[in-house]
């Protein structure tokens, strides 16, 4: 079984400031991948990053990067130089690399407030 | 193009009704889904098709019927709704299977009266 934990309250940050999103997991599975996703009020799950379970660095996809600390169980994503639209709520998720019907296990999410 | 679309954005019907939700992909994507998404809550996995067949079915109630005419299309058959099955219904695909990141529709916000 996996699971995803996102234990922050709403977040709030300054207008180009950075902020960091936890997620910490757990899984059985060897091998697996994790994701980010936004979605702002309109409602569209927007992908933002990816991280293996066996890459060797942390992803990164313009302002944002994937602090991946894999003993730790821990995948935060860190977004650089916040802009008032970085404003939604932000979902940590998992799913294992084998297996034809693996599922993607979604954290709760954490709500992210971007100041002026 | 990383293009997910849903038809319709909003839906309004009588628990007596039938309707039905499309979503469409022009991606090459091999793999769809359906989720169902409360306010505040993450979504939650309905049905998911690989290489255009049911592999995964959530029990969920036979009120909802999916069906996937073809690699890119897939649809979502209400009939006899409840109340509590207003939601916004979301469709995503990936690539290759299900192996791969799920790129996401802007949902069709349903309300059920």
């Known amino acids: 079984a996996q699971k995803i934990t996102q234990t922050q309250p709403g977040m709030f940050v300054q207008e180009k400031e950075a902020v960091t999103l936890d997620c910490t997991y757990d899984?059985?599975?060897?091998?697996?991948?994790l994701f980010w996703y936004k979605q702002p009020s309109s409602g569209e799950m927007i992908f933002l990053i990816y991280q293996g379970s066996y890459d060797q660095q942390n992803a990164t996809e313009g302002r944002y990067s994937l602090n991946f600390q894999k003993a730790r169980k821990s995948a935060n994503l860190v977004i650089s130089a916040s802009q008032l639209g970085d404003s939604a709520m932000y979902f940590c998720?998992?799913?294992?690399?084998?297996?034809?019907?693996?599922?993607?296990?979604f954290g709760k999410g954490i709500t992210l407030s971007v100041r002026p | 193009d990383t293009e997910v679309t849903q038809t319709p954005k909003h839906l309004v019907m009588g628990m007596t009704n039938k309707k039905s939700l499309k979503c469409e992909q022009h991606?090459?994507?091999?793999?769809m889904y359906w989720y169902k998404q409360k306010a505040k809550k993450p979504p939650e996995l309905m049905f998911v098709y690989s290489y255009e067949k049911l592999s995964i079915n959530e029990s969920v109630p036979s009120r909802f019927s999916p069906e996937c005419p073809n690699s890119s299309l897939l649809n979502l058959h209400l009939h006899a709704l409840q109340p509590e099955d207003s939601a916004l219904y979301l469709c995503?695909?990936?690539?290759?299977?299900?192996?791969?990141?799920?790129?996401f529709g802007p949902g069709t916000r349903l309300t059920v009266t």
């Open positions: 995503a695909s990936s690539p290759g299977g299900q192996n791969n990141e799920q790129y």
């Open positions: 998720a998992m799913r294992p690399r084998t297996g034809a019907n693996s599922k993607l296990t």
């Open positions: 991606m090459g994507h091999r793999a």
């Open positions: 899984t059985s599975d060897p091998s697996y991948g």
